[in-house]
């Protein structure tokens, strides 16, 4: 299982980021799909769920209404688009997919929201 992930970088409050993650070495359409975030001194937090299909998602609840996942089966891809970014979101972003007992994870990408 291998994941690249991009989009990451530096914004101002306020602004907006998507985050893309490509997958491979696994059977992307047949899993769930989350995005994961860790800011400097906390635990990596959940941030968002898609499903299989693309057609039911979860976010956490301090999220909601910002940020937005979403998935190309064909692409292999899931993203992740953020608006309204506050410099609270700063944090490192993985994508994840639990594939049986095994938990996968990104390399991870930057988000850094700051003016």
């Known amino acids: 299982v291998q994941f690249v992930e991009s989009g990451g970088g530096w914004v101002q409050p306020g602004g907006s980021l998507r985050l893309s993650c490509a997958a491979s070495g696994f059977t992307f359409s047949r899993y769930y799909m989350s995005w994961y975030r860790q800011a400097p001194g906390k635990e990596r937090e959940l941030v968002a769920t898609i499903t299989s299909a693309g057609d039911s998602t979860h976010y956490a609840d301090s999220l909601k209404g910002r940020f937005a996942v979403s998935r190309d089966n064909a692409k292999k891809t899931v993203y992740l688009a953020m608006n309204s970014l506050k410099p609270e979101d700063t944090a490192v972003y993985y994508c994840?997919?639990?594939?049986?007992?095994?938990?996968?994870w990104g390399q991870g990408t930057q988000v850094t929201v700051s003016s």
């Open positions: 994840n997919v639990k594939v049986g007992r095994n938990d996968y």
